[in-house]
Nanobody, 118 residues
Framework: QVQVAESGGDLVQAGGSLRLSCVAS????????MGWYRQAPGEPSLVAKI??????TYADSVKGRFSISRGNAQNTVFLQMNNLRREDSAVYLC?????????????WGQGDRVTVSS
């Protein structure tokens, strides 16, 4: 199994920057992608995702402002958020997609709140 834990959420002013971190543990060799979702409120929506081969996907609303990257350890991902807007306020959840034959799953972190004030 895979577990993930995120950190870095905070209160920040509009126009500011914040960096979120996520670390996966457990069966990390089974991870096929890691990414960030946000929930504010309702169902989580994808913010950014990076696959094992390095391919990245961004939500249209964050393109040009947010950047996802991996650390030297393949089980760590970061989300650099620049030029934050009030509408970016949400609980940000890290997720790790994994494949352990025959199971395909997604492990979620607890979530970390980001609040952007005007």
């Amino acid at each position: 199994q895979v577990q993930v834990a995120e950190s870095g959420g905070d209160l920040v002013q509009a126009g500011g920057s914040l960096r979120l971190s996520c670390v996966a543990s457990g069966s990390i060799r089974s991870i096929t992608a890691m990414g960030w979702y946000r929930q504010a409120p309702g169902e989580p929506s994808l913010v950014a995702k990076i696959s094992r081969d390095g391919g990245v996907t961004y939500a249209d609303s964050v393109k040009g402002r947010f950047s996802i990257s991996r650390g030297n350890a393949q089980n760590t991902v970061f989300l650099q958020m620049n030029n934050l807007r009030r509408e970016d306020s949400a609980v940000y959840l890290c997720a790790a997609e994994y494949y352990e034959d025959p199971v395909v799953g997604r492990a979620w972190g607890q979530g970390d709140r980001v609040t952007v004030s005007s």
